[in-house]
T-cell receptor
Framework: ETGVTQSPTHLIKTRGQQVTLRCSSQ?????VSWYQQALGQGPQFIFQ???????GRGNFPPRFSGLQFPNYSSELNVNALELDDSALYLC?????????????FGPGTRLTVT | ELKVEQNPLFLSMQEGKNYTIYCNYS?????LYWYRQDPGKSLESLFV?????AVKQEGRLMASLDTKARLSTLHITAAVHDLSATYFC???????????FGPGTRLSVLP
């Protein structure tokens, strides 16, 4: 069974640029959630995708957008980067509304905006 | 709005001692999750608590859930240095749609 993977591991961008982060869900999982974790804080929910459709969104502006593909992998896009976007971005996969609804987290992408 | 609090936020304890971390949440939920995070790493699932009164144990850690009191505890028995990490509780807000995490408890076990 393949776990959740994310790419890239680290990324440095300049304010105003755009970035795309990628996530491959665990085998058999149809749901991907994205979280932002600032240094020293708990993860904050960005949005969730279930079977290629957005299934919930947290308090993040529209410049945070995403996609889910037919193989259930997902992308997180952030436009017009701001310094406060510097954080660890985590994706988590799950079986949607079935079972324990436990979310399995990937290793994360650390984004630094300068 | 669902709020999740943890107490304490920082905990320094000696090896061999026992301690409890508390997780309170503000609205009804019957599912609670505990995660561990090592510095610079991702989240590792520790426990999934699915009903009122649920108790789970793994090694020196034991977690429980009281949905009526909206309280979960993570009890550490005879702490060892390897348990040093940040521990997060998370509440399932909307049938798996998103988790709301607590601020984390940073545990340091000293020899």
């Amino acid at each position: 069974e393949t776990g959740v993977t994310q790419s890239p591991t680290h990324l440095i961008k300049t304010r105003g640029q755009q970035v795309t982060l990628r996530c491959s869900s665990q085998s058999g999982h149809n749901t991907v959630s994205w979280y932002q974790q600032a240094l020293g804080q708990g993860p904050q929910f960005i949005f969730q995708y279930y079977r290629e459709e957005e299934n919930g969104r947290g308090n993040f502006p529209p410049r945070f957008s995403g996609l889910q593909f037919p193989n259930y992998s997902s992308e997180l896009n952030v436009n017009a980067l701001e310094l406060d976007d510097s954080a660890l971005y985590l994706c988590a996969s799950s079986l949607g509304d079935r079972g324990s609804r436990e979310q399995y987290f990937g290793p994360g992408t650390r984004l630094t905006v300068t | 709005e669902l709020k999740v609090e943890q107490n304490p936020l920082f905990l320094s304890m000696q090896e061999g001692k026992n301690y409890t971390i508390y997780c309170n949440y503000s609205t009804t939920s019957d599912r609670l999750y505990w995660y561990r995070q090592d510095p610079g790493k991702s989240l590792e699932s520790l426990f999934v608590l699915l009903s009122n009164g649920a108790v789970k144990q793994e090694g020196r850690l034991m977690a429980s859930l009281d949905t009526k009191a909206r309280l979960s505890t993570l009890h550490i028995t005879a702490a060892v240095h390897d348990l040093s990490a940040t521990y997060f509780c998370a509440v399932d807000k909307n049938y798996g749609q998103n988790f709301v995490f607590g601020p984390g408890t940073r545990l340091s076990v000293l020899p």
